[in-house]
């Protein structure tokens, strides 16, 4: 079983929104509370790349330059889900979106520093 699993991913237009979750199972993440969780993604030809992250309880979050103003990330522990809400994409957006989470506090932006990983889902932004 998957520790974690994506889901939203898809086909959409320039200048639209789209919403990713993330799902955690419990076998694996017992205390998905005390988990850092965080969004990354990788484009065509290009290295894994942080999109944002969220601390425990939501309080500390962290994005990419590229992601501010226009990505939100939530989370819901009572689900163990953690959302990524893209808006404006663009084409450059365009990339295999990955879930991660770390049983950590530190909110980083270091792919080293996650534990747990989902598969990825795509994100194709095209007209």
């Known amino acids: 079983q998957e520790p974690l699993v994506e889901s939203g991913g898809g086909l959409v237009q320039p200048g639209t929104s789209l919403t990713l979750s993330c799902v955690a199972n419990?076998?694996?993440?017992?205390?998905?509370?005390?988990?850092?969780m965080a969004w990354f993604r990788r484009s065509p030809g290009k290295e894994r790349q942080f999109v944002a992250a969220?601390?425990?309880?939501?309080?500390?979050?962290k994005f990419a330059d590229f992601a501010k103003g226009r990505f939100r990330i939530a989370r819901d522990d009572g689900k163990r889900t953690v959302y990524l809400q893209m808006d404006t994409l663009q084409p450059a957006d365009t990339a295999v979106y990955y879930c991660?989470?770390?049983?950590?506090?530190?909110?980083?932006?270091?792919?080293?520093?996650?534990?747990?990983w989902g598969r990825g889902i795509q994100v194709t932004v095209s007209s």
């Open positions: 991660a989470g770390g049983p950590q506090y530190s909110v980083t932006d270091l792919v080293g520093d996650y534990t747990y």
């Open positions: 419990d076998l694996q993440i017992t205390r998905f509370d005390r988990f850092v």
């Open positions: 969220i601390g425990w309880f939501g309080v500390i979050q």
